[in-house]
């Protein structure tokens, strides 16, 4: 998971040293494994 966020920075690291992109490329990704784990709960109460 956090390692897209670590290309985004070092990229943008590439493109401007200044920029400190690592949070701001965190935040995707962690709302996207929370909405699995929400999906994944939803799903099994259906099942069960």
């Known amino acids: 998971m956090p390692d897209s966020a670590r290309v985004v920075q070092v990229e ?11 949070m701001h ?3 995707p ?6 909405g ?8 099994m109460s259906f099942l069960s």
């Open 29 to 34: 990704n962690v709302s996207g494994v929370i």
């Open 25 to 27: 490329a965190m935040a």
């Open 36 to 43: 699995s784990a929400v999906a994944a709960g939803i799903m």
């Open 12 to 22: 943008g690291i590439k493109s401007d040293p200044s920029n400190h992109l690592l």
